[in-house]
């Protein structure tokens, strides 16, 4: 597991993409370990592909392609600015309130801080606000959708860690919830000390607030209506995402009446490209996957882990350090993939629930993307808002402190992540 490890730090320190790199290092498992066929890999690269929950996975995709198309973007920001916009900090309260409300459609935290940075980041710096504080706000506030279903990362979490969506789903939502409140408490406390400009200084009445919400609401009953077609055993989490390409079409011709068949061709252009990206990243791991398991990697690490600390507690927060170290160079999805299979025992045997882990292991592997030196958010944000990694690395971080606070409670504090999953499915 050596070899592998090295290899695939040396590929990606010289620039190959990140499925390239996963997928030689696993190929080079196969020729070093003579006793094993060449064609094993190929079969294991295979198998990856032959699996219907992960049918769940291009079509959430393409509805998210398809719900950006359809004009609910524009209806979720307005929402947005009539809810929190009068708030010390407004843009910033509005650019972390539509994370929460676009996490249930995107999926996707570098799509969204990509989205927010363009349509709201020009506006903050011309409101005065500092360009790392805008940034950070914008970034560290996509991680909401971490949890927030229906997260990509919960569903390739109970993919190969074999748990259910469905409780991952339910647990999701509190935690994205607690997120959002001290993201926006953070955001409040800064903006009130700088005295940033407020975006609209007159509080919203409940006439302008039930109206933007009626407006917006076919966006912000669709992960209300995904959880609940999940619990009423309607749809399965894989067939439920083909549900949501049939709603995100309903929506887009026949409510909003703004999606075009050129939109539409936009939206499976854009998907592809995402699938296509994602799937490879996927398949290429099922060799690494194969080797982890033939070495007994989750075996020896436990047998490793649990003669040095006792304390159940102990042994979770080192394993998210340790997720957290190495979310700082490696892409969200494959520390999903690749260490999924490895902790997921170790949390089992400490007692944990692996729906408990899951929600910390999706937010902290994801909040490697906000971070220095390798973090996709940080610099889509950065690049899309022309601000320096240094002067957002530094703003970052208070709201990654309150993020990291948070996720300890949650630890500590299982009911908080396991009360609506228990509740709904026993």
């Known amino acids: 597991m050596l070899l592998i490890s090295v290899v695939f730090v040396v590929l990606m ?4 993409p990140v499925a390239f790199a996963t997928g030689i290092a696993g190929f080079v498992f196969f020729v070093v370990d ?23 996975v ?84 996509s991680l909401i959708t971490a949890t927030i279903p229906p997260s990509i990362g919960l569903i390739l979490y109970g993919y190969v860690g074999n748990v259910s969506i469905g409780r991952l789903f339910m647990a999701g939502v509190i935690p994205g919830l607690l997120m959002m409140a001290v993201l926006m408490v953070t955001a409040y406390a800064i903006a009130k000390k700088r005295r940033y400009v407020v975006a609209d200084s007159t509080k919203p009445t409940v006439r302008a607030l039930a109206r933007a919400t009626w ?41 909003h009446r703004e999606l ?13 490209s995402d699938v296509g990206l994602i799937m490879l990243i996927i398949l290429m791991s099922g060799m690494v996957g194969f ?21 159940p507690a102990v042994i979770v927060l080192v394993i998210l350090v340790f997720l957290l170290l190495a979310g700082l160079a490696l892409d969200s999805t494959v520390m999903v993939l690749l260490l999924t299979p490895i902790f997921v025992p170790i949390v089992v045997k400490v007692g944990m629930d692996p729906v408990h882990f899951g929600i910390l292991m999706m937010s902290i592997v994801t909040l490697g993307g906000m971070t220095w030196p390798s973090g996709s958010a940080m610099f889509a944000v950065c690049a899309l808002m022309d601000v320096s990694i240094e002067e957002y690395s530094i ?16 630890v500590f504090v299982p009911g908080i992540v396991l009360w609506l999953p228990n509740l709904a499915f026993g």
């Open 13 to 16: 320190v010289v620039g190959m």
């Open 34 to 56: 003579g006793g094993m066929p060449l064609s094993v890999g190929v079969q294991k690269i295979a198998s990856m592909s032959q699996s219907f929950p992960l049918l769940a």
């Open 58 to 141: 291009p079509f959430f995709v393409l509805a998210g392609h398809l719900m950006n198309e359809s004009g609910i973007t524009d209806r979720l920001l307005k929402v947005s600015m009539v809810a929190v916009g009068w708030i010390s900090g407004g843009l910033a309260q509005v650019a972390i309130l539509l994370s929460t409300l676009m996490g249930g459609v995107s999926g996707s935290a570098v799509a969204d801080a990509a989205m927010e940075a363009r349509i709201l980041g020009p506006a903050m710096i011309a409101k005065g606000y500092g360009k790392g504080y805008s940034a950070a706000a914008i970034a560290v506030g």
């Open 215 to 255: 407006e917006a609401k076919w966006a912000i009953m669709f992960p209300v209506a995904l959880v609940f077609a999940i619990r009423g055993g309607v749809f399965t989490p894989s067939e439920v995402g083909s549900f949501a390409v049939v709603y995100a079409l309903a929506v887009g011709f026949a409510a």
């Open 260 to 272: 075009t068949l050129q939109k539409v061709w936009r939206a499976f252009a854009h998907a592809s």
């Open 291 to 311: 080797a982890t398991i033939y070495l007994q990697v989750p075996q020896n690490l436990a047998k490793w882990m649990l003669a040095g600390i006792t304390d």
């Open 395 to 410: 703003e970052s971080i208070p709201f990654i402190a309150a993020v990291c606070a948070l996720i300890a409670v949650l």
